[in-house]
C-alpha cells in the first residue's frame, strides 16, 4: 500500500485508540521476575482483516489482524517503535502486537503496521 494512502486512511479513517508499551527492567532475584513500567500512548489506528490471498503466507493465519498506527500520539509527539506483546486497545477489543512493519516515505516514518492477535 502506498505511503500517501495510509497517511490518508489514519487521517481520514483511523480512530483513537490506546498502545500500552511496557518497558522491562532487569531481573530481581528477591521476587523472582523483572520490573515492569507500563506506559500509554493515545494514536490514531485503524484496525483492517488480512485478505483471504494473505492467509496463509508470511506465518498469517485465520484470525489474524493488522492494525495501521501513527508514529506520533494524537498530541504530535513521537512514540517508541511499538514491540512484540504491546497492547492496543479500541474499535471494542484489545489485541496483543505479534510483529511490527515500518513504512516510510523517503526517509519520514509513515506509520507501523502491526500484525496482531486477540
Known amino acids: 500500500m502506498l505511503s500517501k494512502n ?3 486512511l489514519l487521517a481520514r479513517r ?3 485508540a490506546t498502545l500500552v508499551s511496557t518497558a522491562y ?3 530481581d532475584p528477591t521476587t523472582g521476575s523483572n520490573s515492569n513500567t507500563p506506559t500509554t ?4 489506528a485503524y484496525f483492517a482483516e488480512y ?3 494473505e492467509v496463509g ?3 498469517i493465519t485465520l484470525g489474524d489482524r493488522k492494525v495501521c498506527i501513527s508514529p506520533v500520539d494524537t498530541s504530535g509527539v513521537t512514540i517508541p517503535e511499538p514491540s512484540e506483546d504491546d497492547t492496543i486497545s479500541g474499535v471494542g477489543d484489545t489485541v496483543v502486537i505479534k510483529s511490527v512493519q515500518k513504512i516510510y516515505n523517503a526517509a519520514t516514518l509513515v506509520c507501523y ?3 496482531v492477535v486477540e
Do not use: D, H, P, R
Not at 500512548?41 to 490514531?44: L, S
Open 6 to 8: 495510509l497517511q490518508f
Open 14 to 16: 483511523g480512530q483513537n
Open 25 to 27: 527492567g532487569a531481573y
Open 41 to 44: 500512548y493515545t494514536v490514531k
Open 51 to 53: 485478505s483471504l490471498e
Open 57 to 59: 503466507k508470511n506465518s
Open 113 to 115: 503496521i502491526c500484525k
